[in-house]
Structures are given as structure tokens and as C-alpha cells.
């Protein structure tokens, strides 16, 4: 790979430039150029659907992370909307191996150029204890990147996704700060807060609001710069099958104690669903199921069904109504952006019309910062 790289920054250079270089798959050759866009409010959505993003909003969106269709580059750039790559690979030799990362690093920079792309967006979740190597080692990958890829486009954008707080979630004890000095910004994944169940194994929401909140301000609390956050939000919940002998319309769904990172119980017990999926179920008049409800304190939607495994389950979820105040939480703390995992999940050929009002006021409830 090493000797490849002075062409592959030549070229680079020139696709930079505005020199077209073969291969650009939009008609409008301009559109292959990467953005050249200074700080702006974020709104960052994930996604991977090759077919569903012709619904994606590039109205709202301003960065759209992972997804590679072609035309969908040329349409993104059309409306100012960034598209970034995925880091794939990332392992413990790319941290620690210095040849191994420098060959990791032209190969990322040769994809993110070849690819029109607008930047790089890193998504390593494995464990990391404070003692590790590890932590700075991760820093420094993300730095060399960034440096690398910036020399090519100034304007390419940088993410880190990182846990819903900087405590030790999942094991994940990151040089946070590092990470946030290194990048453009951190993606806050603030969902999936039930990995680690300490208390009673009982069936709760993905996103509680106070819970959102809290790891907003522990990042806050540890100096890193508002404007260095986006605070990203599920499009997705949980399906819980409560513990046999639950009733139907028990509040409480208890749930099967299945360790994580050194807790008794996690939502591995249960499995995750797109909120579209929740909406197909429980419009279906032939499952019994008790009403939605919106749980005050949490912030999120919860309703119980006989599935057809003759188990009670307990579904979490978030809508329009209660993604739109933790949404609002962008705003209150001068955040530098709202985000979504995933995009994808809103959409369902099979949907009926009807779900279309609903659609878009998902969309709404996340463009709590104007384009
Ligand atoms: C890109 O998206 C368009 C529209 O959905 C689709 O027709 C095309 O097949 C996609 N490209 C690939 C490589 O899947
Ligand atoms: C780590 O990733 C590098 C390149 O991304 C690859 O060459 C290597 O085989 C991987 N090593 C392990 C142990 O997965
Ligand atoms: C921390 O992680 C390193 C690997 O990076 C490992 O060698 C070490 O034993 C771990 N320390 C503790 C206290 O778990
Ligand atoms: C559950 O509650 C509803 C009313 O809230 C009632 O109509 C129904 O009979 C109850 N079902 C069971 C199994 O207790
Ligand atoms: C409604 O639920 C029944 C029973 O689980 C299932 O067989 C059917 O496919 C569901 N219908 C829809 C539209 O999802």
C-alpha cells in the first residue's frame, strides 16, 4: 500500500481541486466535489438502505453517515447534505501497530476520495479499561486520520460515536476529551441505556429523558465543548418477552438474566425493533395487546402483547411525542446537533398511507436546528 500513496494523494489533490477524475456517478460533475462547508448546526442521521433513502429528508439532514449509493451522493451534495464513511477495520493492531495504521490510513483516504466522500465517521465499541494502552492509542488513530484526511480536504468532517455517558458504559473507558480534541465532533449514542442492568431485571425504555440528559452534562462536566456534541437518538426500541406467568397487563415485565460487562442483566434479553415495526404491531387487531401508554418519568412509549410464542412481552419505544422533548435537550444545552440511529427504520414499503403524517413528524421532532 505504501507506495501507492503519493498517487493516491495526487489524485486525491486533483479530485479536490476540481479537476473531475473518472468514475464521478453523478451527471452534474460538480456534485463529485466533497463539500466545502464551515461550522454549521449538525443534524446526523445513520444509514445503510439502499432503497429507503430516496425518503430520507436531505431537507433536514446535514451529514448522512455509512450510506454508499451512488446517487444518493450526488442528490446529498445537490442539497449541502455531507455523506461520510464508515471507519471499517478498526482493530487493537490498527491502534497499536504503527505500519499497520499507516496502511489503514491510505487505504481509508484512498475510499474517502475514490468515494466523493465528505469525511470519516469511527464507531469502535469494544471495551477499553482505564489502565489500557488502549485509551491513548485510540486518540491517536483518530488524530492521525483526521490530520491525514484534512491535508486533502480541509473541510472533511470527522465523527466519533461514543456511549450514551463517559462512565464506564459498556466497559467503554475512553480518553473522551482526547477523542473530542481530535474530531469535529462526537456522536452521542444515547440509547441502549439498559446494557447494563444493576437494579431488578425489569424490561425499561431505551432512552429515558433524565438519562439523556445526565450524559449530556457528564460530557459537558468533563470540559469538552458544547459545540463538539450531537446528541443522537433511537428510531428503535425493544422487545422484551417478560418471564412466564406474566399477565398481560402487568406494569411490570420481568426479564431474563442474561449478564453484560459485568452486570447480572442487560437488553440483550430482549431484541430490537425499528419503530416501524412497533407501529405494524400494534395496529394488528388480531394480537392482544393493551393500549400504548406514555410512561410519565421515562419519556417513552410502552405497551404489553401475547406474541405468539404464548409469552407476554413488554415493548419499549420512542415516537414523535417523546423523542421531541429529548430532541429539545440539542437546543437547551447549545449543542452542536441532534442525530438518529437509524434513518432506515422509519421506512416500510408495506406501511399503509396513513403512517406517511407520522413519518414526517418524526422528521420534525429532530429538526429542532434549522439547514
Ligand atoms: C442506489 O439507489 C437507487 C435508488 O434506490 C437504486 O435504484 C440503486 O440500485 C442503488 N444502488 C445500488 C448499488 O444498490
Ligand atoms: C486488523 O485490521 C487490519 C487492517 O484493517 C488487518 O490487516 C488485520 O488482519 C486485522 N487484525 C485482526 C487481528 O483482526
Ligand atoms: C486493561 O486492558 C489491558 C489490555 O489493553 C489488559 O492487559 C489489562 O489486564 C487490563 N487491566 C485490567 C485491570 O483489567
Ligand atoms: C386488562 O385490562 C383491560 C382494561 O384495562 C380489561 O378489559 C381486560 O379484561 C384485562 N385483561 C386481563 C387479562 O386481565
Ligand atoms: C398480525 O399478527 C398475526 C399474529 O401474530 C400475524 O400472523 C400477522 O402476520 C400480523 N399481521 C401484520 C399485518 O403484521
Known amino acids: 500500500m505504501g507506495q501507492w500513496r503519493p498517487i493516491v494523494l495526487a489524485l486525491a489533490v486533483l479530485a479536490w481541486s476540481g479537476v473531475v477524475v473518472a468514475g464521478c456517478p453523478c451527471e452534474d460533475a460538480s456534485l463529485c466535489q466533497p463539500l466545502k462547508l464551515g461550522p454549521r448546526k449538525e443534524v446526523f442521521g445513520f444509514g445503510s438502505s439502499q432503497a429507503a433513502w430516496t425518503e430520507y429528508r436531505l431537507d433536514v439532514l446535514t451529514t448522512i453517515a455509512w450510506n454508499t449509493n451512488k446517487t444518493l451522493l450526488c442528490e446529498a451534495h445537490r442539497a449541502n447534505v455531507r455523506v461520510v464513511a464508515k471507519a471499517i477495520n478498526v482493530n487493537e493492531t490498527v491502534f497499536s501497530d504503527a505500519a499497520t495504521q499507516a496502511a489503514w490510513i491510505d487505504a481509508t483516504v484512498a475510499m474517502i476520495t475514490e468515494n466523493y466522500l465528505d469525511g470519516l465517521n469511527f464507531d469502535y465499541e469494544s471495551p477499553i479499561n482505564l489502565s489500557s494502552p488502549q485509551r491513548a492509542q485510540y486518540v491517536a488513530l483518530v488524530n492521525n486520520a483526521a490530520r491525514a484526511i484534512k491535508k486533502i480536504n480541509p473541510f472533511a468532517q470527522i465523527s466519533v460515536d461514543v456511549a450514551w455517558g463517559p462512565y464506564d458504559v459498556d466497559g467503554r473507558n475512553y480518553d473522551y476529551v482526547g477523542l473530542a480534541a481530535a474530531a469535529d465532533l462526537l456522536f452521542i449514542m444515547a440509547y441502549d441505556t439498559r446494557s447494563q442492568i444493576y437494579g431488578p431485571c425489569l424490561a425499561s425504555a431505551n432512552t429515558p429523558l433524565g438519562t439523556a440528559e445526565r450524559g449530556v452534562q457528564e460530557y459537558l462536566a468533563l470540559g469538552i465543548p458544547a459545540s463538539k456534541l450531537v446528541l443522537g437518538l433511537p428510531w428503535y426500541g425493544y422487545d422484551y418477552p417478560c418471564v412466564p406467568n406474566t399477565q398481560l397487563n402487568d406494569t411490570y415485565c420481568p426479564i431474563a ?113 434549522q439547514h
Open 257 to 369: 438474566a442474561v449478564p453484560f460487562q459485568g452486570a447480572p442483566c442487560s437488553d440483550a434479553a430482549g431484541r430490537e425493533y425499528d419503530w416501524t415495526v412497533f407501529q405494524r404491531l400494534f395496529r394488528n387487531a388480531s394480537v392482544e395487546q393493551t393500549t400504548v401508554r406514555q410512561d410519565a418519568l421515562l419519556v417513552s412509549k410502552t405497551f404489553n402483547y401475547v406474541s405468539d410464542d404464548g409469552l407476554v412481552h413488554q415493548v419499549w419505544f420512542d415516537d414523535q411525542a417523546t423523542l421531541a422533548p429529548k430532541f429539545q435537550l440539542a437546543r437547551q444545552y447549545d449543542l452542536l446537533g441532534t442525530g438518529v440511529w437509524n434513518i432506515d427504520c422509519l421506512y416500510d414499503p408495506s406501511a399503509p398511507a396513513s403512517q406517511a403524517g407520522q413519518v414526517a413528524a418524526m422528521w420534525e421532532a429532530m429538526a429542532v436546528f
